[in-house]
């Protein structure tokens, strides 16, 4: 194994092949290393998480059995194996005895985000053919529109919604429902309990997330980020709410202001008008964006997230 024995710590490489990468794995696992694993880095810097493999392991089980997954079923690889996205995928493939394969091959099962469905429906046709063969696919990693969803089903894509964090060692709750084993509770943001955490601060055995949400009827709903939230002239808005309700084609992000302490700002690959695009801010959230800059591409992490930092200095340069 690439990955020094004394370290006890697994982190993939991006010299290793997928077969590589597997193989090692599955020795990290047997040995009980840790994993360690880089966080998007979507709105701070990125840093390192360590996931003991217990965990790693436990998450794949949950996985696996939640789908009715049996040994023989494939998982196709269509995130990199430098989150854990992908790193779930292979350990789930371990557990079942099998190899990941590609967007060109037949699988059972696959986990993609939101944007990878998005282009799938828009022109993706290998893609969507994929996607279609499987028995279930799992979206996460961001907020999937309900529009978006409901256009998969009704082209025979079972999608799963999926909600958790590295910390997590990824999803932990599957359709707004906690996975055996995982406790959720609401504080002043949404925590969680369970053997798949990794090695992180926790309250209670609790972990304390970045995000907003509440439970009715016995489902999590995902409210925003709680550092995503600027307060406009006292009003509080979600920049991701404000993304969810424009579309695929935008990104927000607040800027300080003498006049309302914070001012909202689109930027924008589309079209759309300013005068559309600030009605529907106004009907909507009560707002007006104080800036809409047109850019030709908006800056992503490797997750499909929306990379603020850069956006920031996209803007600013």
């Known amino acids: 194994m690439e990955t020094s024995a004394k370290s006890g710590v697994f982190k993939y490489e991006h010299s290793w092949s997928i077969p590589q990468t597997l193989e090692n794995l599955a020795t990290a696992l047997a040995q009980g290393w840790d994993v360690s694993i880089s966080t998007s880095g979507s709105t701070g810097a990125p840093k390192e ?15 696996n059995l939640f789908l009715g997954a049996k040994p023989g079923d494939r998982w196709s690889l269509l995130l990199s194996p430098e989150h854990t996205a992908g790193i ?16 060109t091959e037949s699988a059972d ?49 079972n999608c799963i919604t999926t909600y958790g964090m590295t910390e997590t ?4 709750v599957y359709n707004g429902e906690p996975l055996p084993g995982v406790e959720i509770r609401i504080g002043e943001t949404i925590e969680i309990k369970g053997p798949m955490l990794a090695k992180v601060p926790l309250t209670d055995g609790f972990f304390a997330t970045s995000d907003l949400g509440k439970v009715e009827n016995g489902k999590l709903i995902i409210l925003g980020r709680a550092d995503d939230v600027i307060n406009s002239g006292g009003k509080k808005v979600s920049l991701s709410k404000v993304e969810y309700a424009l579309g695929e084609q935008f990104a927000a992000f607040g800027s300080e202001n003498s006049e309302w302490g914070s001012a ?24 007006k964006a104080l800036n809409i800059f047109r850019i030709k591409e908006i800056p992503r992490t490797a997750l499909e997230k929306i990379d603020r930092q850069a956006l920031g200095k996209l803007i600013s340069s």
């Open 49 to 63: 998480i360590l996931i003991p493999a217990s965990a790693m392991i436990f998450s794949a089980r949950n996985s």
């Open 264 to 287: 909202l700002n689109i930027a924008t690959t589309s079209q759309t008008s300013d005068e559309e695009i600030q009605l529907i801010l106004s009907v909507k959230f009560g707002v």
């Open 169 to 172: 060692s990824g999803g932990c």
């Open 88 to 103: 779930n995928v292979l350990v789930r493939s371990i557990e079942l005895g099998t190899a990941p394969v590609s967007e």
């Open 109 to 157: 099962f696959t986990a993609i985000v939101p944007t990878q469905l998005f282009r799938a429906l828009n022109g993706d046709e290998q893609l969507l053919k994929h996607l279609q063969g499987c028995k279930a696919v799992l979206v996460g990693g961001a907020h999937a529109d309900e529009n978006l969803l409901v256009q998969a089903k009704n082209l025979g894509i």
